[in-house]
């Protein structure tokens, strides 16, 4: 341990603690403030925040499709519950949706939302309950024909109750799944967001019914106590 001739101890001058530290506020619960100091001091929230992105959402897209390349030149992608719109963006360039990259098909995004989005250039956004009875024939319209990949990154609204919310989520991903069934084209790619809990095992039963590969997949990005996971389905037999 450093000490200065006077014998006084220096340890730690010079140094500094860099985790951000957030007071709670009057008026604010305990587990809000949590929340702020995690995203504070989450490097992916930096990271994104640096490149530009909507959110740290968007290296999980980046990653699951660095793993599974469903994201190809010429792709029509639709996302479901797409803001705030981090993965349209990491989405957009990767299927050439502003034609940037020349001899190279040219793709096209359509997402859509409960809420209004801002604007994204290379994307068609639409405000819309993709739950509604005609949803999937608006879609198609949309985008003039079927679609090459449907990914969805929602979750619904926690409950504080861990099995409630398991049970939710699951039941979000299989309507996302039966809209998937009709807008996909065949040899399509199916993308969502589950929580680990035991309940998803129906959901992977109906998907291998209908793609020839199902596989189950946590991005590094995917915070570590977090029981999210992403199911990827390819192959649609439609």
Same mark, same amino acid.
């Given at each position: 341990?450093?000490?200065?001739? $006077?014998?006084?101890?220096?340890s730690?001058?010079? %140094? %500094?603690?860099?985790? @951000?530290?957030? =007071?709670?506020?009057?008026?604010? *619960?305990?587990?809000?403030?949590?929340?702020?100091?995690?995203?504070?001091n989450?490097?992916?929230?930096?990271?994104?925040?640096?490149?530009?992105? %909507?959110?740290?959402?968007?290296?999980?897209?980046?990653?699951i499709?660095?793993? +599974?390349?469903?994201?190809?030149?010429?792709?029509?992608?639709?996302?479901?519950?797409?803001?705030p719109?981090?993965?349209?963006?990491?989405? @957009?360039?990767?299927?050439n949706?502003? $034609?940037? =990259?020349?001899? *190279?098909? &040219?793709?096209?995004?359509?997402g859509v939302?409960?809420? !209004? &989005?801002?604007?994204?250039?290379?994307?068609e956004?639409?405000q819309l309950?993709?739950? !509604?009875?005609?949803?999937?024939?608006k879609?198609?319209?949309?985008?003039?024909?079927?679609?090459?990949?449907?990914?969805?990154?929602?979750a619904?609204?926690? $409950?504080?109750?861990?099995?409630t919310?398991?049970?939710?989520?699951?039941?979000?991903? !299989?309507?996302?799944? +039966?809209?998937a069934?009709?807008?996909?084209?065949?040899g399509?790619?199916?993308?969502?967001?589950?929580?680990?809990?035991?309940? !998803?095992?129906?959901l992977?039963?109906?998907?291998?019914?209908?793609?020839? =590969?199902?596989?189950?997949? *946590?991005?590094?990005?995917?915070?570590s106590?977090s $029981?999210?996971?992403?199911?990827?389905?390819?192959?649609?037999?439609?």
């Amino acid at each position: 341990m450093a000490k200065t001739p $006077s014998g006084k101890n220096t340890s730690g001058r010079g %140094r %500094r603690d860099l985790t @951000v530290k957030v =007071k709670t506020a009057r008026g604010r *619960k305990l587990s809000s403030t949590r929340w702020l100091q995690r995203q504070l001091n989450d490097p992916y929230v930096q990271r994104a925040q640096k490149e530009g992105y %909507r959110g740290r959402a968007a290296f999980k897209i980046m990653e699951i499709d660095d793993k +599974y390349r469903f994201l190809v030149p010429g792709a029509r992608v639709v996302d479901l519950g797409c803001a705030p719109g981090g993965w349209m963006q990491v989405a @957009v360039p990767r299927v050439n949706a502003l $034609s940037e =990259k020349p001899g *190279k098909a &040219v793709g096209r995004i359509l997402g859509v939302d409960l809420q !209004e &989005v801002e604007p994204l250039a290379g994307c068609e956004i639409h405000q819309l309950d993709f739950m !509604e009875d005609d949803a999937d024939l608006k879609v198609k319209d949309w985008l003039g024909g079927q679609a090459d990949v449907v990914m969805s990154d929602m979750a619904a609204a926690s $409950s504080g109750h861990k099995q409630t919310d398991h049970l939710r989520i699951i039941a979000l991903c !299989e309507a996302a799944a +039966y809209f998937a069934f009709d807008v996909l084209a065949p040899g399509g790619t199916f993308v969502a967001k589950v929580l680990a809990g035991g309940a !998803e095992g129906e959901l992977q039963k109906l998907l291998k019914q209908k793609f020839t =590969k199902v596989a189950n997949f *946590k991005p590094p990005s995917s915070r570590s106590d977090s $029981s999210e996971k992403f199911v990827i389905a390819t192959g649609y037999r439609g």
